[in-house]
């Protein structure tokens, strides 16, 4: 856990110099604006910091709890990250895996989350999770237009672990109609990649789509995309899945409750009056709160001093593929009166290619047999097919002047180009000029060429390519167990025996993709309670002030439980707050 270095006050001195500096900007602005007078003071019960699945899911548990409730978002857009993501929801126990059919029950689900977290996140806050998340996610789907599907076979993340399910928890909302929101449609915040024209896709696709020229499987799923996307257009729908569906039946849902959403309008500051947070300063004014604020504003993966302060080097604000507007700003007002902060050295952790347009986040493409990953040294460092946050604290543990593993590289064949998917370039298909040209890509014709190029040694390389061969003919990855673990197996290939994470790199030519520790966005942020209440570094409760989502330390520690380990909490956490803001009276 990593917390502020506290003055007696309860304030950090950078927290204090960021406050002098927000005071300063606020009379700059009043400057500018000369005698045009500020907005009207207005009032709600509830003020809501960030329109994404947190704040959103927080918005709307409020409203229908009786209190008036109001979204401030700095963006243009509402959805934030969650908007952008394949919004996976891992959430035990809730409603629709257990009509599914799933084995679930609190006490695996319980064994499972201790297991996987450890001793760095309070049981409480563990079993407040476990507790509240399926009565959240019942209570959005009966009050917005959102329904979700079971992920069949999407496995936790250590299926081994006690409570572990191979064949996995996490749901994903179902296909929605856009035209549900009109004119706000607009304004909702884009995918992180594009669905293909005239298809309508799952996350749970995604496997299958990846290995459709050589599995049957793939072949009828990517028709059954096409039947999805070509029904919903004879319907006139605009059909959304993912993280756009979510966003759009959150929103959906408090258009209906009657709940406002200012966009472009930023935080500034909280206000506290006699020890309470009693509303949120922005551009146009204040907004009070009369019951509480919940911060929903997620992390600070875009703020180049916060990640350089907190975060392990080499890292930057150009690998991550979370919302640009996540620069930490409810952080910063948080700890600007007083709230500790916890989990600031960690993030959602992946392998990303940094490609010219935007990082690539790799999910299936380092799983998938005939890929292997190396460091600076030419040799492999880790299972390929962890989870990916796992891989990605391997990086950084492991990087040392005389071994470098920032970049790593994935290290391909043409057999694996022939194959499978990669990104969006289907097999066969030369990959862009431009990976290559901008050092994120290279190709070569023998693996020693490949080796030069990328600056390691030639003999490791070889030698590490050759022993991996042999692993791939036995099917038995001795140094690393890549394929024993359910997990690793999801987005491997099932016709490739004996094991479908491995397969030899024979095929000239062969590539390397720069592989960089990117990120979903940070995870770490204003200490909470079971309750969602923003604690000081001595554990009392900052009253009126409640976190969740990624502007609060997560509540899977340093780890990952399964797929929607981040929005899951999030949207959970947000209902947590505003049902406890309702219930204090």
């Known amino acids: 856990m990593v917390e502020s270095s506290l003055t007696p006050q309860g304030q950090s001195r950078r927290a204090l110099l960021r406050g002098a500096a927000v005071a300063g900007g606020a009379m700059v602005a009043g400057a500018a604006l000369g005698s045009a007078p500020a907005r009207a003071e207005v009032e709600y019960d509830v003020v809501v910091v960030g329109a994404g699945a947190a704040g959103m899911t927080a918005a709307l548990t409020a409203a229908k709890r009786g209190l008036r409730a109001v979204v401030v978002e700095k963006a243009p857009t509402f959805g934030g990250s969650a908007a952008r993501s394949g919004a996976g929801i891992w959430i035990p126990c809730n409603e629709v895996i257990l009509a599914a059919g799933v084995q679930d029950t609190p006490a695996k689900a319980a064994a499972y989350l201790a297991h996987v977290v450890g001793d760095t996140v309070p049981i409480e806050r563990q079993r407040a999770f476990l507790s509240a998340g399926p009565a959240m996610i019942s209570f959005v789907m009966r009050n917005s237009p959102l329904r979700f599907r ?52 799952y996350s749970a696709d995604y496997k299958w789509l990846t290995l459709a020229a050589v599995n049957p499987k793939g072949l009828e799923v990517s028709a059954a995309c096409l039947l999805r996307g070509t029904e919903a257009a004879l319907r006139g729908e605009k059909p959304l899945t993912m993280g756009q569906s979510l966003a759009a039946g959150l929103r959906a849902g408090l258009l209906s409750a009657g709940v406002p959403v200012l966009l472009n309008t930023p935080l500034l500051d909280l206000k506290v009056e006699s020890g309470r947070v009693t509303g949120v300063v922005t551009p146009d004014g204040l907004i009070r ?32 593929v979370g919302a640009k507007e996540n620069t930490g700003d409810g952080i910063e007002a948080g700890e600007r009166v007083g709230a500790a902060l916890d989990l600031m050295d960690d993030a959602w952790w992946g392998p990303a290619i940094p490609l010219p347009d935007e990082p690539y986040f790799c999910l299936a493409e380092r799983t998938l047999p005939g890929c292997l990953l190396v460091n600076g040294n030419g040799v492999r460092f880790v299972n390929e097919g962890a989870p990916y946050s796992d891989v990605v604290h391997v990086m950084y543990d492991r990087n040392t002047p005389s071994a470098s593993h920032i970049p790593a590289w994935l290290v391909v064949d043409q057999n694996y180009r022939n194959k499978y998917l990669f990104r969006d370039v289907a097999p066969l298909l030369p990959l862009p000029d431009e990976w290559f040209t901008s050092g994120a890509a290279y190709k070569a014709w023998t693996i020693e060429q490949l080796a030069q190029k990328i600056g390691v040694p030639q003999a490791a390389l070889r030698g590490t390519v050759d022993r991996f061969n042999g692993f791939a003919a036995t099917g038995k990855d001795l140094d690393f167990q890549r394929g024993d673990s359910a997990y690793d197996r999801y987005y491997a290939d099932p016709l490739v025996k004996p094991n479908p994470c491995l397969a030899p790199l024979w095929l000239p030519p062969f590539y390397a993709f720069k592989i960089v520790p990117g990120d979903l966005g940070t995870k770490g942020g204003m200490r909470t309670d079971a309750k969602a209440r923003v604690l000081r570094a001595d554990g009392s409760v900052i009253p009126g002030l409640y976190a969740a989502g990624n502007a609060s330390g997560a509540v899977m520690g340093h780890s990952y439980a399964g797929s929607g380990s981040t929005i899951g909490p999030a949207m959970t956490f947000g209902y947590v707050a505003a049902n406890d803001i309702a219930d204090t009276p």
């Open 150 to 201: 079971f992920m069949e076979g999407y496995s936790d993340y250590y299926p081994e672990f006690p409570g572990g399910m191979p064949n996995g928890r996490s749901i994903e909302p179902a296909q929605l109609d856009g035209r549900i929101l009109g004119a706000e449609l607009a304004r909702l915040n884009g995918p992180y990649i594009q669905t293909p024209a005239g298809l309508v896709v």
């Open 289 to 320: 709160a009369k019951r509480g604020v919940i911060v929903g504003s997620g992390g600070f993966e875009h703020s180049a001093a916060m990640r350089t302060e907190f975060q392990r080097q080499p890292i930057g604000t150009s690998w991550t």
